[in-house]
Every structure is written in structure tokens, then in C-alpha cells.
């Protein structure tokens, strides 16, 4: 096998052959040396200078003594670093063979750092410092510690030269703390970064899915509106063409000249009807008109008396044609029962209020009392104070008091005239934030307004209302007569017949 293996190889070949066959003879020349190079005694001497560091401070030893050996532990060495010298080409081949070994190089030094620990404590571990400026004690046990490192290093034990300046830094006890505290810090503000970091990812998450959860609830909100829009619409037109009255009369009502207001910069017709919010969209109005900079500090007396607004009956026939045609057409509505009891609450219940109230009112209210009142004193008669809500329906439902009823009882339809003008927008004052603001939002108007949150309006609502209690002690015959004024109102509205109305 040998023989032919040999006459095939070639130059080449064999010159490995004898590269590899020099390298294994150095090798085992290095380890004689290794073994005969008087180790043992130098051995000796370095523990002897671990022994007495590991032994105590060296403050015990007097400065003689540590001189001697401090000079030894020199003196060695330089003898260990010409043996090195002498072994330095073999070294370089040495790290060439065991080039896979640099596990096994770590693991002496491991080995050599958990000595030194045993020795020194783990903060001597791997702490270097090079090229400080030792003072003359520190140099002293920079000696013993390099030695120290000497004894556990290399191959087989064989020291290797090691530069005079790496040394141990050996740690006071307060460097020792100080490095302790150092590395708890250290550990505490990762731990932290790391806190903030989760923190404000799940908090990004969190706000990515609150803004998802914002639009989706505001196109619903506006599929709602369009939706119900739409429903609201339709059923206008089929009431309207239910009713042959309604259908087929040519004129707007009269009061619609004065309840649509003209809003010529925002292209906006808008029908108001008072107890539907109609304090808030005037000053609304007032406001997209340019005759005030702000809804906020708009009087309610200002908003209905001095509002300076455009009534569309003071337009020509062809600038009202144009104006139906080419505007936007907007009403606000409410249940009518509901209505009728916050125009009672609001007008005649609070005192305060008729008092001040316009003449107008306190004229209906002396009649309220002449003719329904049975036992009215002078005084009643007099001032029209107190009357009652009974008193105050059964003036209502009286047929020959209906042609001069008042804007705030008067029904909704004869007011805005819905049947004729084709409105685009018919909100309820029952959602009134969600769909004025959408009207706002919507009309493509010059300004972003805002309508007044229901904490400035009256606390009014049909939602806080049991209106049944407000009939309850009425005859049936009371409430059907009420019921038929209003019925209109409810059928062309999209309002629900009360329950309490036979
Ligand atoms: C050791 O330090 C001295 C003085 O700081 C410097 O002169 C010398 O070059 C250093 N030796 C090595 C091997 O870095
Ligand atoms: C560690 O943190 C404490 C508290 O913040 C501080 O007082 C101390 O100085 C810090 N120590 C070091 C070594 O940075
Ligand atoms: C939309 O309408 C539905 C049913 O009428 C209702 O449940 C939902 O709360 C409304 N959504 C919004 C955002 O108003
Ligand atoms: C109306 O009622 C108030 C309080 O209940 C009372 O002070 C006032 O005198 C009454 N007015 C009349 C005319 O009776
Ligand atoms: C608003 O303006 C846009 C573009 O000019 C138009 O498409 C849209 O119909 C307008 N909306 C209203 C409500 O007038
Ligand atoms: C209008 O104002 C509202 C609230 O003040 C705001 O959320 C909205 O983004 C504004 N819209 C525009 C087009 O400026
Ligand atoms: C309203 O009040 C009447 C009588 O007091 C009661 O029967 C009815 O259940 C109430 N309705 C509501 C919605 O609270």
C-alpha cells in the first residue's frame, strides 16, 4: 500500500510529506523542552508569590521582603521570555497546527480566570487596563498578578510572554461597589428602555386601532345620516302625495316666507321651527352669513330679533325661483307632542320667563284664561299668569283658535312647507348634534362651524320626556283632537303614533 502510494505522489505531495513529518519533530522537540525547562522550580517560586498575596495584604510583608521577591519573579521571567524567544518560530508553526484549537485556548483561559478568581475574587476577571501609570505599590501587585496569570496559561502549562503593562487592575473595595452599581444601572436602564420600547409599541398599536375604530364609527355615523335621509325623503313624498290638500296646492303657506331665511354666500335656504333648536341655527346662520365672527356670546335676543338675516318672502318671485332652485335646502324637525310641551314649559310654566315674555304671548294667555278658566279672578284675567297645561291644550284643540296660532304651536308642515320645497336636508332635533354638524360638515359652506353642544341648549328632550304623563288625565277625546292637529305633523315628519293616543 505504502510503496504505491508513494510513486504516485508527486513533488508537490512529497513535499508535504516532509513539511508535516518537520512539524511533528518540532513539536516533540517543544514538548522535551517543555518538560525538561525547570518548571517546577519556577513553578515554586511563582506560587510562592501567590501564596503570600493569597495569604494576606501584603502590608505584612515587609518592604525588603517584597522587593526580594518582586526581583525573583522579574528575573524568572526574563529567563522564561528568552526560552520563549527561542521557541517563537516554533510557535508560529505550533499555532498553524492547532489553528482548530482556539476552543481549547479559551478554555485555558477560563481555567486561568476562574484561578485568578479563586485568587483575587471575580472582579479581577478579565479586568485589563494597559499603559496606566502605576504608582510603586500598585506596580507590586501588578507583578504578582501577571505572574499569578503566567502560571495557568498556554499549553500544557507553558507560559507565554505576556506584555509587562496588561495587568490586573485590582479593585478597592469602593471601586468594587462602584463597578457593582455601575453594572445594576446598567442593567436597570436596559431593563427600562426596554419597558418604554414595548410601551410605546402596544401604545402605537393601541392608537392605530383607536383611529380605525373613530373612522369606522364616523362612516357609520354618515351612512346613518345618508341612509336615514333618504328614508326620511321618501316618506315626505308618499305623505305628501296621500294627501290631495297637500298635493296639489301651489303656494308656499304664508309663515314659510318668513321661517325660510336666505343665506346667499353659502348658496342655504333654512327653515327654522321654533323649540327645534332654532336659537342655535340662527346664530349659526348669523354666522355664515358674516354678521358675526362667532356663535359663542350671540344673545338669544339678538339670534331672534336683531339676527339681520334675509327672509326669503322679501325676495322677488324670480330671485326666490332661482334661489329654490340653485340652493341648499335645509329644516329641522321634533316630535310634535314633545313640541308642544316645551313651547307650554317654555312660554307660560316659567314664570319668570312670561313675564318677560313678549305681548303677543300674554294676550293669548289672557284669552286662555277668559275662555277656559271657569273661575278666574280679576287678577288671572289681568295678568294671563299660571295658566295651566289642561288649559293650555284645551285652547290648542279648539278649532276656531287654530287660524291665529302662534309660530311655536303652529304645526311644523305650515311653517316650512315641505310638500313644495324639495329640501335636501330634514333633520331631527332628537340627533340634532350628529345631523346639524354633518350639515355643517356637508354643504360644502366657506366655514367649519361647530353646532353648540347640548350642554348650552335646553334640557328639553324627548329622551328625558315621558310625554304620556303630560296626557295621562286627559279625556280620549282630548287626546284624539290633539292627536288630529298634529297627525300631519307625525305622518310627513316619519314620527311614531304615541301609544297613549287611542
Ligand atoms: C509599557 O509602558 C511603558 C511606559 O508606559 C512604555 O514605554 C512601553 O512601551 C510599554 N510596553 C508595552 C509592551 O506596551
Ligand atoms: C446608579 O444610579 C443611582 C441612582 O440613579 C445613582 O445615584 C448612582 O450614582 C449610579 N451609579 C453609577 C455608578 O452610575
Ligand atoms: C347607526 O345605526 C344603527 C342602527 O340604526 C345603530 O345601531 C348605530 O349605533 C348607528 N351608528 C352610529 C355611529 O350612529
Ligand atoms: C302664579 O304662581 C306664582 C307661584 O306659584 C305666584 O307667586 C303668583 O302670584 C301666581 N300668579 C297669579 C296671577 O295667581
Ligand atoms: C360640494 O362641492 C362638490 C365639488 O364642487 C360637489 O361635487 C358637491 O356636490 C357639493 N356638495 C353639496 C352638498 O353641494
Ligand atoms: C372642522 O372642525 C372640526 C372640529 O372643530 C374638525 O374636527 C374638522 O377637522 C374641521 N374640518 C376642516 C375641513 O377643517
Ligand atoms: C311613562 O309613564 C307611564 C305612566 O306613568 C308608564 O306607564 C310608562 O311605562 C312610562 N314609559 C316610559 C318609557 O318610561
Redesign the pocket.
Known sequence: MPVPFLRMCTTRCKRLWTLAAMVITAFLVLYAVMSLGGNDERDDKQMGVVMTRSEGDLTHIKPQEILEKVKEVVETDVEGTQNMNIKEDEGELNDKLFENTDEGGNGAEEQDDERTQEIFGCDACGEFVEDVDIPFEMTTRRIIGEQTRIGGYGLGDEPQAIGMNQTFKILTPEEKE??R??R??KT?ARAAEKELREALRIETRNNKEIARVEERKRLEALTNITHSQKKRKLRLENSCGKSVYLKYQNLLYKDTLRHLFVVDSQKLLFCYIPKVGCSNWKRILMVLAGKRKMIDGITSREAHSRNGLTHFGSLSKADQFYRLKNYRKVMFVREPFTRIISAYKNKYKDLNVFRLAPEYLKQVARRIMRKYRPGATPRDLITGENITWAEFTDYLVDPAERPQFDEHWKESYKLCSPCKIKYDFIGKLENIEKEANYVLQNSNFTLNLTYPSSTNSHPTNSASLNISNFFDSFSKEKVQALWDMYRIDYALFDYEKPSFVP
Do not use: S, V
Open positions: 462602584l463597578r452599581q455601575e445594576e444601572n436597570l
